[in-house]
């Protein structure tokens, strides 16, 4: 100790003394042998050293935020899959108008087809605006028809083009049009950087990641523009009818429980599940299965639905959305936020059932589309009874959540209901 305090070195260790810029108290410890003096060091030249030093710190600090980053991008990159939506949204909207006390929608006289007088700057340039039959249970579709990998943004009626000044009934209008955000409106859209996550501008509006749950680029925050959409449409709705106009009021009311409806498949509120991971190649690979799946899924229960309605099937999937309750709601930022937490809840085991029900094939690294070929194998799977369970859940609660969006549509129009009753 005394040696210490005094500065000098015990015989047993070596002092490097007579070395220029070395502090000659520094002692040489048994484990490390002393370093040379490298030229331009901190001992030689403290100014130009110190810049050294403090880049140093610049470098290694950046570099450690590339560290962290990689992984993020990588993810990011992993976890973005194409956005699509529910096949045959008039099919759903059908069969929940059937099942619930609308009696006020039905108590309403004819209405007439107006113009648009409506300018929408948010529309995308491409979309073109339709006036096409408002009844669409006139000119069916097979069944099979759900199943071509074709996915047309128009429907196939439409060669029947209406004019304004024709008839249609509020029913009709909310049947027929809330197909309509799939018809090209959000097409080609630079609207958010997280987009590209997400399937383009279209897959950004027709999804709403829920709060406090993992996603990219903003894991634990609300992603999507689904909320914002609905809400746009709904406030439409809202001036059409002050203004008198009906016909679009219903109209944008269709296009607003559009985005409601989207929320309650769980390929729109989850990026994709571990289950779908392609470790061969984990970028595009898993993006195109998710992708694939998410087509076969929604093609599916379309097909399933239209086969039921025409008594092919026992009315299982159908039942799921008659019987469905309605979701308690006092506000639509506060039904779609409830209707994500629910259908995120499922996606883990909707997504799990539904590449043990389609196979292999829907695993490949390429676009792959269910076809009539793939029923038969569908109907003898083992698969088929846990799928069949969590379709029917993801139906239930969209059927809720349409069933919510129409009884506060009642609450909020209860002014046009009085005019037209007086």
Not at 20 to 27: D, Q, T, V
């Amino acid at each position: 100790m005394a040696d210490l305090l005094t500065g000098s070195c015990p015989a047993r260790y070596a002092c490097k003394g007579g070395v220029k810029g070395h502090n000659p108290h520094r002692m040489k410890l048994p484990f490390r042998e002393a370093l040379p003096v490298r030229a331009g060091s901190f001992t030689e030249n403290p100014e130009r050293s110190g810049r050294d030093f403090l880049s140093g710190i610049r470098r290694n600090t950046v570099r450690w935020h590339l560290v962290l980053l990689c992984p993020l991008l990588f993810l990011s990159l992993f976890f973005s899959s194409p956005g699509i939506a529910w096949q045959g949204h008039h099919l759903i909207t059908g069969l929940t108008l059937e099942s619930t006390s609308t009696g006020w929608l039905d108590n309403l006289p004819e209405i007439g087809i107006s113009p648009d007088l409506y300018p929408d700057s948010t529309l995308s340039p491409a979309f073109e605006l339709l006036y096409l039959d408002s009844h669409p249970e006139a000119d069916q579709p097979n069944p099979e028809e759900f199943l071509s990998g074709d996915r047309k943004p128009i429907p196939r009626d439409a060669s029947r083009v209406l004019v304004p000044g024709g008839q249609s009934s509020a029913r009709q209008i909310l049947i027929h049009y809330s197909d309509e955000p799939d018809w090209g409106m959000d097409n080609d859209l630079r609207l958010h950087f997280s987009q590209r996550l997400m399937g383009g501008s279209k897959g950004f509006r027709h999804a709403y990641y829920p709060r406090w749950k993992w996603h990219l680029p903003l894991p634990f925050a609300p992603q999507g523009g689904a909320l914002e959409r609905a809400l746009h449409f709904y406030n439409l709705a809202k001036v059409a009818f002050s203004q008198k106009d009906p016909y679009w009021g219903f109209r944008f009311l269709a296009r607003s429980l559009h985005y409601v409806q989207d929320i309650g498949q769980p390929f729109h509120t989850r990026q994709t599940s571990s289950d779908l991971i392609s470790w061969l190649h984990p970028i595009q690979g898993t993006a195109q299965v998710t992708s694939n799946l998410h087509h076969a899924f929604e093609d599916y229960v379309a097909y399933r639905l239209q086969s039921e309605k025409e008594g092919g099937f026992s009315y299982d999937y159908m039942l799921a959305i008659q019987r469905a309750p309605i979701l308690p709601a006092d506000s639509l930022p506060e039904l779609v936020k409830a209707t994500s937490r629910s259908s995120y809840g499922l996606s883990k085991s909707l997504f799990r059932s539904s590449w043990k029900l389609f196979g292999r094939r829907f695993l490949r690294q390429h676009p792959v589309y269910l076809s009539k070929e793939d029923l038969p194998l569908l109907a003898s799977s083992p698969a088929k009874a846990e799928f069949d369970r969590t379709a029917k859940e993801s139906l239930a609660i969209t059927a809720s959540a349409t069933k919510a969006f129409l009884e506060l549509a009642y609450r909020d129009l209860l002014p046009y209901r009085q005019n037209q009753e007086d």
